[in-house]
């Protein structure tokens, strides 16, 4: 049975992780909150004091953090990723970064021999539990094959996207999508509420036509309970929206819509809304 480390513990990370210990894999976790790594030491996984321990200990390590900030500091200092990297070691970031983020840690990999993969995941905190992501991988094609098998245990579909910067690209089109469908949802729901539609009758009509699909009846339910308890943190969709945006300006791609729904999504944080579910964008349009 293989040995994978993990490293980042939150919403995503801890779903994943679990999955892998539940499997039978040989599992080290590490996680900058200590108490995060109780639930999966009790399922069998040996906890390390550091990123370095985990990617010592492990041939293949996966990651999965909050932002570019995040994904770079596990790598760097003495007792980082990158002090821990050695010939033929494998790291398979999964968090959601920029293409210059990736690209930089792909060159620090490599530059000590490492091996490295992105693969960013599209699903929220229910897909990450049940094992039902969307993985989107991409460089070190010998790497991708080695993991496949822990890949398989964390999603539903994998995708081999070739060089590293594609998983970050395909992972920030997706998430911009999601997040102008989101507040244009907001929006229609917010202006039926204030002409006098009921907000069942909305959700009705949309999920009986072309427009149904599972977010906008997940979320739907979501937004009429008023629990934004956090599947996928408000905070994190502005951060990939804003992302998604500096990717545009650097191709001389509009995006118009975008742009306007990074807006809402500012306010919203603006607003104190970051840390509750990105359905919550609904508070702050209602607004």
Request: glycine share 14%; aromatic share 6%.
């Amino acid at each position: 049975m293989q040995t994978f480390g993990f490293i980042g513990l939150g919403i995503m990370g801890s779903g994943m992780a679990k999955n892998l210990v539940k499997t039978g894999f040989e599992v080290t976790v590490w996680n900058r909150s200590a108490e995060k790594c109780r639930e999966l030491a009790e399922l069998g996984a040996t906890v390390a004091a550091t990123p370095r321990q985990v990617v010592e200990n492990c041939q293949a390590t996966f990651a999965m953090l909050a932002d570019p900030v995040a994904a770079l500091a596990v790598c760097d200092g003495p007792d980082g990723v990158l002090a821990g990297m050695s010939a033929g070691k494998g790291y398979v970031d999964m968090s959601t970064v920029d293409v210059a983020t990736s690209a930089g840690i792909a060159a620090a990999v490599t530059a000590r021999g490492g091996r490295f993969l992105e693969a960013p995941v599209s699903g929220s905190k229910k897909q990450a539990e049940d094992g039902a992501l969307i993985i989107l991988a991409a460089g070190d094609r010998s790497l991708y094959e080695e993991v496949l098998p822990g890949f398989e245990r964390m999603g539903k579909k994998m995708l081999y996207l070739g060089e590293v910067g594609n998983g970050a690209r395909m992972k920030l089109v997706v998430n911009m999508v999601m997040g102008g469908m989101m507040t244009a949802f907001c929006e229609g729901l917010a202006l039926g509420g204030r002409t006098g539609l009921d907000q069942a009758d909305i959700l009705d009509v949309l999920d009986a036509g072309a427009m149904s699909n599972p977010m906008f009846r997940l979320k739907g339910g979501v937004i009429g309970q008023g629990s934004f308890t956090a599947a996928f943190p408000l905070k994190h969709m502005q951060k990939d929206m804003r992302l998604a945006v500096a990717m545009g300006d650097g191709v001389g791609q509009p995006l118009f819509s975008a742009a306007t729904a990074n807006e809402l999504f500012k306010r919203a944080r603006g607003m104190g809304f970051g840390d509750e579910d990105f359905a919550a964008v609904f508070k702050a349009i209602r607004a």
